[in-house]
């Protein structure tokens, strides 16, 4: 929307997928927004941001025992999940540990996830100092929050013999880039002109990572994280 001068575009978007395997599934909240103006004859402005959110819980990886995807190959059909109460089988001869996990309680007791925040934007602003001679100056950055956890259950599973094991992994990443430019176009002919261009560009990237792990959590499935 907007006028002769000015004009204003903005969308959102939701987004929500349930994978192949158990536990694995994806979600993502994004918009956009981005303004156009010409103030007058000599002087426009322009700008645009959009971000992101989005949450992943996935498995192990496929060759793993706590992978539900080997397990499709290396379990016998006829095993059940549940004992005849209805509660989760694990650590028994069909489901022990250091073999082949119950996909189903390691769904359970198990979390991996990773959320990703993005944002970016820019700001433009030219200014047309002589119908020859243009001067443009652009801002552009872009922000990454990404917090990465896994957590092994001191119940069964891979955390087992360690009583439990977590890992977290928190990153960001702030990036921006200033250009400014001159242009002349120098015209002897109407159809021959010469263009000089003349600028310069700074650029700042900051990257903090942050990892921490631990073992021997309690024995309760409330408590699961790190902190």
């Known amino acids: 929307g907007g006028t002769e001068k000015t004009q ?27 303004l156009n103006s010409k103030v007058n004859d000599k002087i426009t402005f322009k700008m645009g941001v959009n971000g992101s959110t989005s949450t992943q819980l996935s498995t192990l990886g496929s060759a793993a025992y706590g992978s539900p995807v080997s397990s499709s190959f290396f379990l016998q ?10 509660t989760l089988r694990y650590g028994d001869d069909e489901f022990p540990n250091g073999a082949q996990f119950n996909p189903v309680a390691i769904a359970n007791f198990e979390k991996q996830s990773a959320v990703q925040t993005e944002f970016r934007g820019y700001v433009t602003g030219e200014y ?29 599973g891979d955390g087992y013999d360690d009583q439990g094991d977590g890992f977290a992994v928190s990153t960001r990443i702030f990036d921006w880039t200033w250009t400014n430019q001159l242009n002349y176009r120098l015209k002897f002919t109407h159809d021959i002109y010469v263009d000089l261009l003349g600028g310069t560009e700074a650029y700042s990237l900051t ?13 309760t499935s409330r408590l699961i994280y790190l902190a």
Do not use: V
């Open 8 to 34: 204003s575009y903005a969308s959102a978007g939701y987004f929500d997928q349930d994978g192949t395997t158990i536990a694995t599934t994806f979600k993502r909240y994004n918009g956009s927004f981005s």
């Open 128 to 156: 047309q100092i002589l119908p020859s001679l243009k001067f443009t100056s652009n801002y552009g950055a872009e922000y990454f929050d990404i917090n990465e956890y896994q957590y092994w259950s001191p119940f069964y």
């Open 77 to 86: 059909p006829w095993f059940s999940p549940y004992n005849s109460d209805g």
């Open 207 to 219: 990257n903090n990572l942050m990892e921490a792990g631990a073992k021997n959590f309690p024995m």
